[in-house]
T-cell receptor
Framework: NAGVTQTPKFQVLKTGQSMTLQCAQD?????MSWYRQDPGMGLRLIHY???????DQGEVPNGYNVSRSTTEDFPLRLLSAAPSQTSVYFC?????????FGSGTRLTVV | DAKTTQPPSMDCAEGRAANLPCNHS???????VYWYRQIHSQGPQYIIH???NNETNEMASLIITEDRKSSTLILPHATLRDTAVYYC????????????FGTGTKLQVIP
């Protein structure tokens, strides 16, 4: 039982490049979410999903796309990376009020 | 979900009890109080939760006031490994409401 797995752990992008941050969970949780964490800013919700085929925006959705084709996977896409998207990204799944977080992806956009 | 308010930072001497407060004055009757902590740059981890009764587990105790408008997380004997950011959130037990974590309380345990 791996919990929530995020890949990659580190990534450097050039401005304008696109990439997908991967998130997978093996706990059959319907709810999954993406957060970004900047120094001193706490965790800010980007997008979330309440089940396969259902996604919705969080606090800071601009510049990010998500899809949920399966219960297990919830990828986060950056279509055109900007330096303002330099951050640590956490994926989480949830059952009732209990969150399980991944170990994070540290993204730097230069 | 109800909004929570926590002090941005606190210090605690090693071996002493750490008492972390959280205000949630707009909490609804069916909303639970959950505490998580984030050590260094890891993902947050669950600590404890409660509805209206005080709760205790191997990690901590949770004291919820009678009017449920505030709560306190107690780490009975803080160690250096308890240095972390502690988040208090409130939400209903089930359902699909989105939750924001806020900035939490940075607890520094001092040798």
């Amino acid at each position: 039982n791996a919990g929530v797995t995020q890949t990659p752990k580190f990534q450097v992008l050039k401005t304008g490049q696109s990439m997908t941050l991967q998130c997978a969970q093996d706990m059959n949780h319907e709810y999954m979410s993406w957060y970004r964490q900047d120094p001193g800013m706490g965790l800010r919700l980007i997008h979330y999903s309440v089940g396969a085929g259902i996604t919705d925006q969080g606090e800071v959705p601009n510049g990010y796309n998500v899809s949920r084709s399966t219960t297990e996977d919830f990828p986060l896409r950056l279509l055109s990376a900007a330096p303002s998207q330099t951050s640590v990204y956490f994926c989480a799944s949830r059952a009732d009020g209990f969150y399980t977080f991944g170990s994070g992806t540290r993204l730097t956009v230069v | 979900d109800a909004k929570t308010t926590q002090p941005p930072s606190m210090d605690c001497a090693e071996g002493r009890a750490a008492n972390l407060p959280c205000n949630h004055s707009t909490i609804s009757g069916n909303e639970y109080v959950y505490w998580y902590r984030q050590i260094h740059s890891q993902g947050p981890q669950y600590i404890i939760h409660g509805l209206k009764n005080n709760e205790t587990n191997e990690m901590a105790s949770l004291i919820i006031t009678e009017d449920r408008k505030s709560s306190t997380l107690i780490l009975p004997h803080a160690t250096l490994r308890d240095t972390a950011v502690y988040y208090c959130i409130v939400r209903v037990g089930g359902g699909y409401q989105k939750v924001t974590f806020g900035t939490g309380t940075k607890l520094q345990v001092i040798p």
